[in-house]
């Protein structure tokens, strides 16, 4: 399984966009969103039950990724038109905000390694990447186990800072990096 330090292999993947007609459709590649944090999360299948739980908490919380410069891409190994009949009849996942990529071939989940050995369906993967292209970030769920969105952020905050981040570390708290009050020079 590629890790923290990879780089993030390339793709160019058929996605759903939007459910306007003639709209729907297009290839999304790893150049579309060069200089930016991308947040890419794997889920093993659509019709299932846990995956439209994160699927539309990602829709939700998507402003707060975009705030931090970061583009949130959804993906699994069905296809753009199994994508697209999901978002048509599941009213939580109708008007996501952003990409869900089609891994038919399984070539970037195997690329990742994330592939269940049994199964055959990606793992609930997520991956941060930086602007660079470089993995900072992997966490990988069973396939009964949703993930947490909140973590996910925080973890992005955190590599955003710069700075060495404490054990149970919020935005807004300090950094060990950074000075408190009774250190700081006047």
Known sequence: MLTVGDLFPEYALQAVVSRTPGEE????????????????FFWPMDFTFICP?????????CSE????????????????????????????LADLPF???ADTKRELSTALGILH?????ALRATFLVDPEGMIRWVEVN?????RSIDEVLRVLDGLQTGELVPCNWKPGQPTLSTP???TQTA
Not at 25 to 40: E, K, L, S
Not at 53 to 61: D, H, L
Not at 142 to 146: A, C, K, P, Y
């Open 180 to 182: 408190t009050p009774a």
């Open 142 to 146: 069973d396939l009964s186990v949703g």
């Open 99 to 101: 990409p869900m990529l």
């Open 53 to 61: 739980t994160e699927i539309a908490e990602f829709g939700r919380r």
């Open 117 to 121: 050995k049994r199964e055959g369906v």
């Open 25 to 40: 459709f297009r290839i999304v590649t790893a150049q579309d969103h060069v200089g930016m944090w991308r947040v890419v």
């Open 65 to 92: 990724f975009r705030e931090r410069d970061a583009q949130v891409l959804g993906v699994s190994i069905d296809t753009h038109y199994v994508h697209l009949a999901w978002r048509n009849s599941h009213p939580d």
